[in-house]
């Protein structure tokens, strides 16, 4: 008679080390090492390519902490910055909120010459210069999201950022009070790190970020500024409130 399987024997390999991997990380306490990558492989009984790939979820929601030549450290359950995209909103406003203490890393601001994708994004002439803020935003001690800013230079200068700039261009211009800011229109991807943007964000090149791409509007129809926003999924919750269409009745 043909002995049936145990409910782990029935598992897919790859969740099967999904939820032992769950299982270690549970019970290891925050702030301490997990054994390392070959350790781990072995212990798992699957190799290192496929280890990476299943502590990529595990990371992407906060959980561990994987440092280059470092090693992978379970880390506290972070707060989550959590908003509609209802109405835009600076990540500091959101941070402030909850109560969570949020901080601007590496800032580099230059100008650039307009290229002719980026002419068509800010529907402005090519060979313009541009001003582009690029700055990293920690949260609780780590990089939790990269941010780029292009905008021309009658909108924003290098020597209005010197003066003051804590890492949002939004409520730079808000509190400035020109020009008038009345909407943004933004795409949402999930997109696999890059390796100067996974060095930034200290996570590994291939995890999956949350991408905004957005245009802002002054109340006069033009555009102001062209973002990218790379946010590490763990530390960012959106969401979307729709009616419900009655179109068909």
Do not use: C, W
């Not at 790939?53 to 989550?80: C, D, H, N, W, Y």
């Not at 230059?110 to 990293?136: C, D, F, H, N, Y």
């Amino acid at each position: 008679m043909r002995k049936s399987k145990t409910k782990s024997e029935l598992q897919h390999p790859f969740q099967k080390l999904q939820n032992e991997l769950a299982r270690l990380i549970a019970a290891t306490p925050p702030g301490d090492r997990l054994p390392s990558e070959p350790e781990l492989a072995k212990m798992m009984g699957v190799s290192r390519a496929t280890l990476r790939e299943g502590m990529r979820s595990f990371e992407g929601k906060g959980l561990i902490r994987r440092r280059q030549g470092v090693g992978t450290f379970v880390v506290p359950q972070a707060k989550v910055i959590e908003t509609g995209l209802e109405v835009l909103e600076s990540i500091e406003s959101l941070a402030n909120r909850i109560g969570l203490s949020v901080s601007m890393g590496e800032l580099e601001i230059k100008e650039i010459m307009t290229s002719p994708e980026i002419a068509e994004k800010l529907q402005v002439e090519e060979g313009l210069r541009l001003v582009q803020v690029s700055r990293v935003i920690h949260a609780e001690n780590r990089p939790v999201a990269y941010l780029v800013d292009i905008l021309p230079p009658d909108i924003l200068t290098e020597a209005d950022l010197k003066a003051g700039f804590t890492g949002s261009v939004l409520d730079f211009l808000i509190e400035r009070g020109t020009p008038t800011l009345s909407k943004s229109f933004a795409d949402i991807h999930a997109v696999a790190a890059h390796s100067d943007i996974a060095k930034k964000l200290e996570i590994q090149r291939g995890d999956v970020l949350l991408l905004l791409i957005a245009r802002l509007y002054s109340d006069m129809g033009s555009i102001v500024d062209f973002s990218y926003s790379y946010f590490l999924p763990g530390y960012f919750r959106l969401h979307v409130v729709r009616e419900v269409s009655n179109s068909n009745r």
